[in-house]
């Protein structure tokens, strides 16, 4: 009997730990999650939202989109994040740095947990400063998840200024983890 507890309550936390590391699927993947996608709000926003709310919603996601500094709705630590996608890739050319792109959505525990453990570590932030950071939120401006064939996130991709991917990864990353994948990518470019 506590032999079945014990590897039932391992096989759980083992889920769990699978789960993390994964991600979480793309927020338009998922008919029952309310916001925009590319065919538009998913069925559980109808039922949600009033049009009141969608209205606000609507004029505060375009203000964001168009906002090409760095956004305080999405700043992860002391990250210069930018929001646009194609301005981001702007200033990668102009300033002929390579991009970092954060595909995430406010929906998603892993992408949240980055928010909170990765981001704000002092190592990650003066590392990003090599990176034009992008934050691209899915529910928002999808663009990027479309480029990049984002099917879950958190989705984080290194690219050379003109978009062209470096490499990828998903799931959370540790400070440490995090840390490695920019040092690969900035050998690669």
Not at 46 to 63: F, L, R
Not at 92 to 103: G, L, R, T, Y
Not at 115 to 130: F, L, N, Q
Request: charged share 25%; glycine share 6%; proline share 8%.
């Amino acid at each position: 009997m506590v032999r079945t507890a014990v590897t039932l309550a391992l096989v759980l936390a083992l889920v769990a730990v699978a789960v993390l590391m994964a991600g979480c699927p793309k927020p338009d993947d998922d008919p029952g999650v309310a916001g925009p996608g590319p065919m538009g709000p998913g069925p559980a926003a109808n039922a949600v939202a009033d049009e009141t709310d969608n209205a606000e919603a609507t004029a505060d996601t375009t203000e964001s989109a168009a906002n090409t500094e760095p956004d305080e709705a999405v700043t992860g630590g002391e990250i210069a994040w930018v929001s646009d996608y194609e301005e981001g890739l702007k200033t990668a050319q102009a300033e002929n740095k390579p991009v970092m792109i954060d595909i995430f959505s406010y929906s998603c525990g892993p992408c949240l947990d980055m928010d909170d453990k990765t981001w704000p570590d002092p190592e990650v932030v003066e590392k990003a400063k090599e990176f034009v950071c992008i934050k691209t939120d899915t529910a928002v401006d999808d663009s990027a998840a479309m480029k990049y064939g984002t099917q879950y996130i958190p989705h984080l991709v290194f690219a050379k200024p003109d978009g062209t991917k470096i490499m990828d990864d998903v799931g959370f990353k540790s400070p440490s983890d995090m840390i490695a994948m920019m040092d690969k990518a900035l050998a690669v470019q």
